[in-house]
């Protein structure tokens, strides 16, 4: 069954700090949702910080760096049968999180 990277940006979150909590229960409510039907891999959120980049030779550099605009807030992998079922899963995702979601299929074999 094909594997979905449902995710957002971390710029697409918009929330008030006092509706933090609420945010935060609404999308453990979808994901427990999600294990409940069997279609959660695994997920979660992907705090602001620096990040380490490997290059293909080996070396490490410390990040991020200033053209780095974007960074992934959140993720879930999820197995379904299809991109609509995937889809129908980031709109909850969407509305428990008050924002966008981005729905990639994951290539074959990538999540297994």
Not at 13 to 38: F, I, L, S, Y
Not at 48 to 69: L, R, W
């Amino acid at each position: 069954m094909p594997h979905y990277l449902v995710s957002f940006d971390e710029g697409w979150m918009n929330v008030a700090e006092k509706d933090v909590p609420d945010v935060t229960k609404a999308a453990q409510e979808v994901a427990q949702d999600a294990r409940d039907a069997g279609v959660w891999v695994f997920g979660g959120g992907v705090p602001a910080q620096p990040a380490t980049v490997v290059a293909a030779d080996g070396s490490v550099t410390d990040g991020p760096f200033p053209e780095t605009k974007e960074h992934i807030g959140g993720f879930a992998l999820l197995e379904v049968p299809d991109r609509d079922e995937a889809v129908r899963w980031a709109a909850r995702f969407a509305a428990a999180c008050r924002c966008t979601q981005e729905v990639r299929e994951l290539a074959a074999g990538a999540a297994d």
